[in-house]
């Protein structure tokens, strides 16, 4: 059977209900794990600098495709691994900057796959929170500085702070242990609000991000719908369910014979913003009607 080698740089992002989407994409093209394709799993578990390792290791077992969700890094590990095995990508960056393809509807080389637009939405979210907080000055930024794709959206965040007239503040954070450091921080000097980065790490430590939050009792938003399903305040971002679907629907179009190279680039189409009510009470925020008529999904 045919494998497929999924490469992926936080835990998170090989959750069940993200696989099921995947599984779902494979069907399109009459593909079924366990029945006529393999799925290779390997992660990094946030830790970084282990992509490359990884990303060769699949490479030495001839997988036949190699799928990197959601992370810029594994993409641009796995291309830099090898330019023959085809690699179905979604990426939060311009995958033309990264060097991963020629252009998007052309992509011309062994890659292809899905561009996320984190990076344009990073400023979205801070409108989200000075809608919800209109009075804020302050909002403190969660930035990992290792992973050099998340540049462009702290820039894009700045941009738009300036144009809101709030002031930005950078907490830096490379490791769980650097997270614990950035909210201590964040304690003693008390920001109106809290923009978290999209990344790997933060990905894989969702959770304690989420406790954080909540023990320091700062109101925050986060790119993934993962965060306000177990306790975030809010989400904005693209689909991760439609995500995981293209990148399984073009998984199986590769397997089946079709070269990367005459597979445009997927641009996401499909937002969510998802409010949790229950953290907002917690917090003691009243959500303005038009931001709850606004969301895609209010958790009671």
Same mark, same amino acid.
């Given at each position: ?21 995947? *599984?779902?994409?494979?069907? #399109? ?22 992509? +490359? ?6 490479? *030495? ?10 992370? =810029? ?10 330019? $023959? ?6 990426? $939060?960056?311009? @995958?033309?900057?990264?060097? %991963?393809?020629?252009?998007? /509807?052309? +992509? ?16 979205? *979210? ?9 009075? =804020? ?17 702290? &820039? ?46 933060? $990905?894989? &430590? ?12 700062? +109101? ?37 014979? $079709? #070269?990367?190279?005459?597979? @445009?680039?997927?641009? /996401? ?11 907002? #009470? ?5 959500? +303005? @009607?038009? %931001? ?9």
């Amino acid at each position: 059977m045919p494998v497929i080698g999924f490469l992926y740089a936080a835990s998170g992002l090989a959750s069940e209900p993200r696989l099921a989407a995947f *599984r779902n994409g494979l069907a #399109k093209n009459g593909y079924t794990e366990g029945q006529n394709v393999v799925i290779l799993k390997i992660g990094a578990e946030g830790k970084l600098d282990r992509l +490359p390792s990884l990303a060769a290791d699949l490479v *030495r077992r001839q997988v036949n495709v190699i799928v990197t969700p959601q992370s =810029s890094v594994a993409a641009t590990a796995a291309h830099n691994a090898t330019k $023959t095995i085809p690699i179905v990508f979604s990426v $939060t960056a311009n @995958p033309v900057r990264l060097g %991963l393809v020629a252009s998007l /509807a052309r +992509p011309g080389g062994n890659a292809t796959g899905v561009n996320s637009f984190s990076t344009e939405l990073a400023a979205k *979210r801070l409108g989200l929170l000075r809608e919800l907080l209109p009075a =804020s000055k302050t909002v403190d930024v969660l930035f990992n500085p290792a992973t050099a794709a998340n540049e462009a959206a702290l &820039r894009e965040v700045e941009t738009s702070a300036a144009v809101l007239g709030l002031q930005i503040r950078v907490a830096n954070a490379r490791t769980s242990g650097e997270i614990e450091s950035a909210f201590a921080m964040l304690a003693r000097e008390r920001p109106d609000a809290l923009l978290v980065i999209n990344d790997p790490l933060f $990905t894989s &430590r969702n959770t304690q991000i989420v406790l954080l939050a909540a023990r320091y009792a700062v +109101p925050a938003i986060f790119s993934q719908r993962e965060y306000a399903e177990i306790g975030g305040l809010m989400s904005y971002g693209t689909s991760t369910a439609d995500t995981y679907h293209q990148l399984g629907a073009y998984a199986g179009q590769v397997l089946k014979g $079709t #070269k990367p190279a005459e597979l @445009p680039v997927v641009q /996401a189409s499909k937002f969510e913003f998802v409010i949790n009510l229950q953290a907002a #009470k917690v917090l003691g925020l009243e959500i +303005p @009607p038009t %931001l709850l008529a606004g969301a895609d999904e209010v958790i009671e």
